[in-house]
Structures are given as C-alpha cells and as structure tokens.
C-alpha cells in the first residue's frame, strides 16, 4: 500500500470523512476542502470535508499518486491512514449532494403520519381481540401507540443519524411492540383510549398491557405467521424490518422447540427458516439443506 503522508487528525473518533468530486466552478468559487485528492496522470480531483465542512486550522493537505485505481482502494486508504473515520466517498459533486441533503429534510418535515401496515394490523387484531386494558368489547376498538407520532419524530431526530429518517421514523412508530388494542368511547370519552390520551394510563401500563399479550395462548402462532408473511415478496411494501423480525423470533423459539418444528423455507427457497434455534438466512436452497443444515450457523437471532 502506498504511504499514505500525515493528514490532519478529525476531531473524534467516530467522525465521518465525506469525500465529493471536485467541480470547475466551486473551485472557481474558491471553496476550501479540507483535503483535495489529485491524480498526476488524469485531471481530475476529489474534495473532501471532516463532518462536511468542519474548519481546520493550517495549510490543506495533498494526497497523490495512483489513488484512482479504484474507489475502494482509495477508501481503504484512507480508513488505513483514520483508524475509527467513516470515510463515505459520493460520486458527483459536492452541490449536488447538498442539493439532495435538503430535498430531503423538506421531506422529513412535510411528512405525516404514516399509514398502517395490513399485516402489522392484522396480527394486533389476532393478538388482542378485545381491549387490551380492560377486556371489553362493548366499546369501539382502535389501535392505539405507545409512543404517538409526535413523540417517534423527535426520537428519530435525536438520533445521531439523519439517514433514512421518514424509514426509520416509520418502522419505529408501526413496530407490532409499539401498540395494541384500546377502546374508545366518543360520547363520555370514558374508554380506555381517552384515558391514555389524557394521561390517566401510563405508559408503564400500557406497556405492560401490551406485554402480557406475548403471554396469551396462540401468540406463537400468530407471530409465526406474522413473520411468514413479512419474508415473501408480495407482502414487502416496506424493508425488512429486522428489529421487529428477531423480536418475532425470540418469541418463538421456545414454542418451536417444545413442538419440535423443523427448519423450513421461504421465497422458493431463497429462506431458509429455523424457528426453533432463531435463525433466518438468505441464499439459495433445497430440501437437502434443510436436513444438512450445520447447526452452528443457526445464530442469527439468539434466544
């Protein structure tokens, strides 16, 4: 690997090092990288910003040579010379990305309330069919959150991240742990649904509310389900939301063990399935594997 000469060290372990083509008109401008990248054989360069334009003091520092073999080798490179840096390189110019950063955080802020999933409904419905609080069913029932949209938004944004936010604000709020069933009375606001939104319920309560319904017979079956449903292609509408599939999982291993439920797959074969050690992998298989399968790989999702 070719030497790589002392750069100026990021401020923390932890930083981000974001490098952008380098365009004719911003260095024009005069726009000041913190590290430019020059290939002596071809003209072309890449601008670089710690944290995207975090200042550092002193003369910017040049790395050449034949740093352009390949945008990996130059990542590697530069995560050699940054032990701990997240060296993310973008291809195209700085300004377009600033461009696509604020598009979309004008998409973070006029997004609403997303709608619910069909089969997220569905397996609160199967889970709790009366009021999950107070066991009615004389009263209207709705799907009510633990933690309300309001709440889920200033949660994401938080967050160290600002990757992905409407997604992960989304698989946050519809996470099948983050709701369940209440009743609602419209003409003396008297259901139990009125009474969380007034705070009369705490979220201590209704969390546990939500928590003894893992507990109800069949709640296995309709997690297995659940889980079933979400692998195949037709149902994804969303990713994969991997937090609430090993939540699914760790539910139903014990259950499966006690049954005795063999490994099994999904997608024609594309999943392979093993409820009962908590495993889910992807790849290409057949019958054979299911018997074969190497039980040292079944740990995607420990009990």
């Known amino acids: 690997m070719d030497q790589v000469p002392d750069l100026p060290r990021p401020r923390q372990r932890g930083d981000q090092l974001s490098l952008y083509a380098s365009t004719a008109s911003e260095e024009a401008e005069g726009v000041a990288a913190t590290l430019v990248i020059t290939d002596p054989r071809e003209p072309r360069s890449v601008a670089a910003w710690w944290n995207d334009l975090v200042p550092f003091e002193g003369d910017l520092p040049q790395l050449e040579g034949d740093v352009f073999a390949a945008a990996r080798r130059l990542r590697t490179r530069l995560q050699h010379a940054y032990p701990g840096v997240d060296v993310r390189l973008r291809m195209g110019p700085r300004s377009a990305w600033r461009a696509r950063d604020a598009d979309r955080q004008a998409e973070w802020e006029a997004m609403k309330r997303p709608p619910l999933p069909q089969r ?78 007034r705070g009369e319920i705490t979220e201590q309560d209704v969390r546990a509310a939500r928590a003894a319904l893992d507990l109800l017979p069949g709640a296995d079956r309709a997690y297995g389900a659940f889980l079933d449903q979400g692998l195949q292609v037709g149902n994804r509408k969303l990713p994969i939301d991997m937090n609430a599939i090993s939540a699914a999982m760790t539910r139903l291993v014990a259950p499966a063990q006690q049954d005795g439920r063999e490994s099994y797959l999904l997608r024609q074969g594309s999943i392979l399935v093993d409820r009962a050690h908590g495993s889910i992998r992807w790849g290409n298989y057949n019958d054979s594997d299911l018997r074969e399968a190497p039980e040292e790989d079944r740990s995607a999702f420990p009990s």
């Open 120 to 197: 997220v409904e569905d397996l609160i419905k199967q889970l709790s069919p009366e009021c999950s609080f107070c066991g009615t069913t004389a009263r209207e029932l709705q799907i009510a959150h633990i933690v309300d949209w309001p709440q889920t938004r200033r949660l994401v944004e938080a967050e160290p991240s600002n990757k992905d936010m409407p997604l992960r604000a989304t698989l946050t709020f519809h996470n099948p742990w983050n709701m369940l069933r209440l009743c609602r009375d419209y003409v003396h606001r008297s259901g139990c649904h009125d009474r969380q939104e």
